[in-house]
């Protein structure tokens, strides 16, 4: 939180890169944790909304040979849309 509001503070909100990986078992709270995130991230007006696209690996990998890249930037795009536009 403290990187995000120097960021705001030097005018550098635009160009926040804030990437984060959640590991771990089933049931070790990754998804709170990231609702948890998503809340604290548009409180501070880094995004505009706090949902969030629970996706699996079924969701991001594709069937043959050069599908994958192409549906796992079409979630992408579909997250930056949604959390990102008009900021």
Same mark, same amino acid.
């Given at each position: 939180?403290?990187?995000?509001?120097f960021? !705001? #503070?030097i005018?550098?909100? #635009?160009? =926040?890169?804030?990437?984060?990986?959640?590991?771990?078992n089933?049931?070790?709270? #990754?998804?709170?944790?990231t609702k =948890?995130?998503?809340? *604290?991230?548009? $409180?501070?007006?880094? =995004? #505009? $909304?706090n949902? *969030?696209i629970e996706?699996t690996?079924?969701?991001l990998i594709? $069937?043959?040979l050069?599908?994958?890249?192409? !549906?796992?930037?079409? =979630?992408i795009? $579909?997250? *930056? /849309? /949604?959390n990102?536009?008009? /900021?």
């Amino acid at each position: 939180m403290k990187y995000l509001e120097f960021q !705001k #503070k030097i005018g550098e909100e #635009k160009n =926040i890169n804030c990437n984060m990986v959640f590991k771990g078992n089933t049931g070790t709270g #990754k998804t709170t944790m990231t609702k =948890i995130m998503a809340e *604290i991230l548009c $409180s501070m007006g880094v =995004i #505009k $909304s706090n949902k *969030i696209i629970e996706v699996t690996g079924k969701d991001l990998i594709g $069937s043959h040979l050069g599908e994958t890249a192409p !549906k796992t930037q079409k =979630i992408i795009n $579909s997250a *930056i /849309r /949604r959390n990102f536009s008009n /900021r």
